[in-house]
């Protein structure tokens, strides 16, 4: 029987994989010029954390985790975003007490249960960045200045920034009565999951995806009519800072996101080239998480950027991304001594932080090509009469020169 990757989750091979790490350096460097710190947190966490932060009446929770039971019974899942995660882990290691403030990134994948289709997986990766300990409109715009900059450090021109704010937890329960009332007495007109929210999570029925709920909410009010003073000025700030930091940016006040916890400032950034899933960040200010889940009462800023999809932007780029590899030094090896001999000199070039690849065995004819095809810049020959004699041939691929080094001297030499 013949073994696949499960449905919606997908290998990434090289030469593709280069990319990606190509992507990630260039990611770390910017995060490194914002001085954000990498955190790796657990892939499992317990489904509690995830039903408390990201809310019960989430799609994520009500239907797309992968939630299943360990070995004593204990209710596992698999994280289907960042951000809880590195609350749960800034509570737990009171990072609050030894920093007012932390900045910090993470890299790795997700696991949610959804429908597979073009740049939506069950296992995607995530590049996210956390700014806890910041209430000032000045975080969320120092979040999305660092965004547009990974962006711009990629090679991606082309994305187009949305912001809104959901107000805060003393204006958004006015906003969600209105709502309630717009709703009333064409409920039924909905599809099952708005007549659902409607219940606990009404601000969702701006999000839903179905074409007849998109035009029943054409005449909905909208948050920006409800913010309290302080939710206008903190906007109004965000704004102000992005238009001085010369970012571009669109107002939207139909974004609500998918997750519970996002208050005030909300973002996506979204790609025309991308399809249906056209979103390829998204994030947002969530300032009662970190209480509500057991820790202080810290505000917290971040985004997420959707690895495959970022990855379609790059690829799809007139530009190529991938910086020329090292040059490659290829040892074209014949018979087990020859092997023997190369070992150390392959050995300390290596440790010199040259790559060097090596024939597995065949003709030296076959091992010229295939150094060939892997496009290095020299190729040693060593067989049996180099052996004997003590040196090896050395050939300059571009010129087709060659010449005889002493074995004592290769490293040297090639270096
Ligand atoms: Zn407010
Ligand atoms: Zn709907």
Redesign the pocket.
């Known amino acids: 029987m013949k073994i696949e990757a499960i449905k919606g989750m997908s290998d990434v091979l090289p030469p593709e994989s280069e990319n990606w790490q190509t992507v990630e350096q260039l990611a770390r460097e910017v995060f490194r010029t914002y001085d954000f710190q990498e955190i790796r947190t657990p892939i499992v966490e317990p489904t509690e954390l995830f039903v408390r932060s990201v809310g019960e009446t989430t799609d994520v929770v009500q239907k797309e985790m992968y939630t299943f039971k360990d070995r004593k019974g204990l209710s596992l899942t698999l994280r289907p975003e960042g951000t809880a995660s590195v609350v749960r882990a800034y509570i737990q290691a009171s990072l609050s007490s030894k920093d007012p403030i932390a900045k910090l990134y993470y890299f790795g994948p997700m696991y949610r249960y959804e429908q597979p289709q073009k740049g939506r997986k069950r296992e995607f990766y995530q590049i996210g960045v956390e700014l806890l300990g910041a209430e000032t409109p000045l975080a969320d715009a120092e979040v999305l200045m660092l965004l547009e900059q990974l962006f711009l450090k990629v090679g991606v021109t082309d994305t187009n920034l949305e912001i809104n704010s959901l107000g805060c937890k003393n204006c958004r329960p006015d906003y969600i009565k209105a709502i309630q009332k717009f709703l009333k007495g064409k409920l039924n007109k ?2 099952d ?2 007549q659902k929210r409607s219940q606990k999570n009404p601000l969702r ?1 701006l999000d ?1 995806k ?1 074409e007849g ?1 998109r035009k029943l909410t054409e005449d909905i009010p909208l948050v920006s009519d409800f913010w309290c003073v302080e939710c206008h000025q903190h906007f109004r700030e965000v704004r102000g800072l992005l238009l001085a930091g010369h970012v571009k940016f669109k107002e939207n006040p139909r974004i609500v996101r998918g997750l519970d916890y996002y208050c005030r400032t909300t973002f996506e950034v979204l790609s025309d080239r991308l399809g249906a899933q056209n979103a390829v960040a998204a994030g947002g200010r969530y300032d009662g998480l970190v209480k509500d889940l057991g820790g202080p009462d810290v505000p917290g800023v971040g985004f997420a950027i959707g690895m495959e999809r970022l990855m379609m932007l790059v690829s799809t780029n007139p530009e190529p991304r991938t910086p020329n590899p090292k040059p490659l030094i290829y040892f074209a090896l014949l018979g087990s001594e020859a092997q023997q001999k190369a070992m150390s000199v392959i050995q300390e070039l290596r440790a010199k932080g040259q790559s060097v690849g090596c024939a597995y065995g065949g003709s030296l004819k076959s091992q010229m090509r295939r150094a060939d095809k892997l496009n290095a810049s020299h190729v040693v020959i060593l067989g049996e009469n180099e052996v004997v004699k003590g040196i090896a041939i050395v050939k300059e691929m571009e010129t087709g020169n060659q010449k005889e080094v002493l074995l004592g001297r290769l490293v040297e030499e090639l270096s």
Do not use: H
């Open positions: 909905f599809c999951d708005c029925i839903c179905k709920c």
